[in-house]
């Protein structure tokens, strides 16, 4: 592996590491819930996050396996 990719892969740990205490309600679904429970609001945004982490997951399947593929082929 070389340095760049190194550093690209650590830079990507960092940012996920540092972003997982993060709000992710739009601005519509925020107005919605501050009139209601604080409950029903943590629910929403627990599962926001959930349906946005499944699309970045599969991208770095994707590239991980495009990775491994051409690691694969040098040899």
Do not use: H, W
């Amino acid at each position: 592996m070389s340095f760049s990719m190194k550093k690209t892969i650590t830079f990507y740990l960092l940012l996920l590491a540092f972003s997982l205490n993060t709000s992710a309600q739009c601005a519509m679904c925020k107005a919605v819930v501050e009139s209601g429970d604080a409950e029903l609001a943590q629910g929403l945004n627990n599962g926001i996050v959930y349906l946005m982490a499944f699309p970045y997951l599969l991208v770095g399947a994707l590239f991980y396996s495009i990775y491994r593929y051409k690691t694969k082929n040098k040899n």
